[in-house]
Each structure stands twice: as structure tokens, then as C-alpha cells.
């Protein structure tokens, strides 16, 4: 996960964040799908974030992956109905964890890589 301005990231940087909180999810889910539609009344839980459909400024490929989990879950519940399987998503806030500590140096770290004319503009 890489904090840091919109403009001091690149597109990899997405793509990574995505892949880690997106892309695994849907995957997992999906080969899944056949299992839980055999099983009524089961059920998928999928973590979010707060920053899901709140979202902080200097973190927007975590933002944008968390609203991707948000309306996934949501397309899901909305498809599952028929087969009884129900679909919650857990929005936890800020936790204390080795990965939250580590924001701050990887804010900095964002700051270092963006171009110089983008450092300029932040100070």
C-alpha cells in the first residue's frame, strides 16, 4: 500500500494497491461462487475500510481499491439473493498495525519519487 498525493504516484503504484486488495478478492471470490450457491444460507464477508466511502486525502489507490471492494460486495449481495447467500463487508477505521505505523515513511517515500517540479509545489 502506497500513501502519497495523486499526482507523486504512478499508474504502478495502482495497479499494485488493486491487485492486493481487489483483484485477490474477486479472484478468491470467484472461484468460490460454485461452493456458496450449492450451500444456502452461506455467507461472504469482505473487508473494506472506512476510507471505502470515506475518503482521506494522500491515499487514493487504497481509497479507490476500497470502493472497489464496496460496489463488488454490492453487485454480489445483489446476485447471491437468488441463490440465499448473503454478502456483508466489514469497514473497519484506522487500526493500530505495523503497516498503519509505517504511513508516515511511505508518504515520504511517495514524496521522494514524484517529480522534482511536483516536489516544488508541495515544498
Given at each position: 500500500i502506497i500513501p502519497g498525493m495523486c499526482d507523486w504516484l504512478s499508474l504502478q503504484?495502482?495497479?499494485d494497491t488493486f491487485r492486493i486488495n481487489f483483484f485477490a478478492l474477486v479472484n478468491l471470490t470467484n472461484?468460490?461462487?460454485p461452493l456458496l450457491k450449492n450451500c444456502p444460507g452461506s455467507r461472504v464477508v469482505n473487508i473494506s475500510s472506512i476510507e471505502g466511502f470515506i475518503s482521506a486525502p494522500g491515499n487514493a489507490p487504497y481509497n479507490a481499491?476500497?470502493?472497489a471492494v464496496e460496489?463488488?460486495?454490492?453487485?454480489?449481495?445483489?446476485?447471491m439473493r437468488w441463490f440465499?447467500?448473503?454478502?456483508s463487508v466489514?469497514?473497519?477505521?484506522?487500526i493500530k498495525t505495523k503497516l498503519a505505523a509505517g504511513v508516515a515513511?511511505?508518504?515520504?517515500?511517495?514524496?521522494?519519487?514524484a517529480d522534482v517540479s511536483v516536489q516544488a509545489e508541495y515544498g
Open positions: 503504484n495502482y495497479e472461484k468460490l461462487i481499491s476500497k470502493y460496489a463488488f460486495s454490492n453487485t454480489l449481495r445483489a446476485e440465499n447467500v448473503h454478502v466489514v469497514e473497519p477505521g484506522i515513511d511511505g508518504f515520504y517515500h511517495s514524496y521522494t519519487q
